[in-house]
């Protein structure tokens, strides 16, 4: 299997992280809280790297900036992460084990502490690759998720795919390899034909998959201003409906 993040995961600058982790039940988790009282959180699923990877850490002290709750929670349950130094032809068999279609339990778990803890009364989530797929699941079958942002999460194709339970917007690079223009193109179609809550599908020019997550010293010149352009994107789209 091709390696679908054409940048180098494993050269990262280090990153000296705003939040604090906490224990949830049976899940760990890192959050981050902006320096004011707020009843809005977000719930940040993180990529096959996992939680503790520094870019989905900067991710979560970014959006709680803004002025949200921010917590990113490990869907993996202690299991271990992809690694930089894991083999691609292992990939389908890894994923077996780390289904992104099985978080139901784990985002009930969050959304019950974010509630019952935070005094959160509006919550959204976001998830980049892995957890872009998480967010797709969990956007048509949790009422509890006022909007998501699904990053360049893999199409599957189904009818039960499309009836979005809440407004949800999909971020894609044009050149990410792993998601053809035909299966965004599709998906488009299937929207508007199924979907009765607010959605949109942007693509941005010249990026490959992961670009939206990487930190402002790991950035290419050529392509900080469509990093930049996704993370507003992101944000007003949370903003809008929390």
């Known amino acids: 299997m091709a390696d679908p993040f054409l940048y180098n995961t494993g050269e990262r600058s280090g990153y000296g992280c705003l939040g604090h982790e906490v224990q949830i039940e049976h899940i760990k988790a890192y959050v981050c809280r902006p320096s004011y009282f707020t009843d809005k959180a977000v719930i940040v699923i993180h990529d096959i790297f996992g939680w503790m990877f520094p870019d989905i850490r900067y991710i979560v002290d970014l959006i709680a900036g803004h002025g ?130 607010p959605f949109k599908i942007k693509v941005y020019p010249g990026q490959v998959h992961g670009f939206a997550q990487l930190k402002p010293e790991d950035m290419k010149p050529v392509d900080k201003p469509y990093i930049e352009e996704a993370r507003k994107d992101m944000v007003d789209w949370i903003k809008t409906f929390i």
Not at 106 to 121: F, G, P, R, S
């Open 68 to 197: 949200y709750i921010t917590i990113c929670p490990d869907f993996f349950k202690g299991k271990d992460p992809w690694k930089t130094t894991d083999h691609w032809h292992d990939f389908a068999d890894w994923m077996k084990e780390h289904d992104p279609m099985k978080v139901d339990r784990e985002a009930d778990v969050v959304l019950k502490y974010l509630k019952e803890q935070c005094d959160a009364k509006k919550i959204g989530i976001v998830g980049f690759s892995w957890g872009g797929m998480a967010v797709h699941h969990l956007m048509l079958k949790n009422p509890q998720l006022s909007a998501g942002v699904s990053l360049y999460g893999i199409v599957r194709d189904s009818e039960e795919r499309y009836n979005l339970l809440n407004p949800t917007f999909f971020i894609f690079g044009e050149k990410d390899h792993t998601i053809s223009y035909d299966q965004i193109t599709l998906l488009d179609e299937k929207l508007k034909q199924y979907c009765k809550v």
